[in-house]
């Protein structure tokens, strides 16, 4: 929803004579949003059909947790930042989107307590209790 907002906006907004869209930079950060929405499309993917299969491992949960949750922060910043003033308004829907991500990025396991699981996986050392 915040991809879709801020290209929205971008094709509609003119700043300098053009839209925002017609930027590089825009269309950089467009690209940007893009590619790390199609990475969490893959991750909750790869992990519904290993869960069909009843092949899911608890690591790679956390390993799709730890991503998508802070990489949906990134794009729902990145998207109040192209809506510039605009994005902090309710209506706009970013801005809640933005709130939202943060409740995800704590509960059922922070960003930090999923970081440390996946490290004691992959090290085989474990740096909690
Ligand atoms: C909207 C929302 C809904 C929730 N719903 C539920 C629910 O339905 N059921 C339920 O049981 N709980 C629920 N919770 C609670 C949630 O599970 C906890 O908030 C979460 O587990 C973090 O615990 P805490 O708040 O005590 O933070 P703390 O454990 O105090 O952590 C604070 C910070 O310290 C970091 N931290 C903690 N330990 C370490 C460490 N060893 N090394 C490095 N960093 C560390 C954390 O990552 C975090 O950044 C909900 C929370 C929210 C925000």
């Given amino acids: 929803a915040c991809y879709e907002a801020a290209l ?4 509609e907004r003119v700043q300098f004579g053009k839209p925002l ?3 590089q930079l825009v269309q950089e950060k467009l690209t940007r949003m893009l590619s790390q929405l199609t990475t969490m499309q893959l991750y909750c993917r790869r992990i519904a059909d290993l869960e069909s299969r009843g092949a899911l491992r608890p690591t ?3 390993l799709a947790k730890y991503t998508c949750t802070r990489t949906a922060r990134d794009i729902a910043r990145d998207a109040r930042d192209l809506l ?3 994005g902090i308004l309710l209506e706009n829907r970013v801005i809640q989107h933005l709130v939202d991500i943060e409740a995800i ?3 059922e396991g922070t960003e930090s307590v999923q970081a440390l699981l996946i490290g004691r996986d992959i090290t085989g050392i474990g740096a909690f209790v």
């Fill in 84 to 86: 510039g003033g605009n």
């Fill in 21 to 23: 869209a017609g930027f």
């Fill in 8 to 11: 929205q906006y971008a094709g």
């Fill in 105 to 107: 990025h704590t509960y």
């Fill in 60 to 62: 790679q949960a956390s």
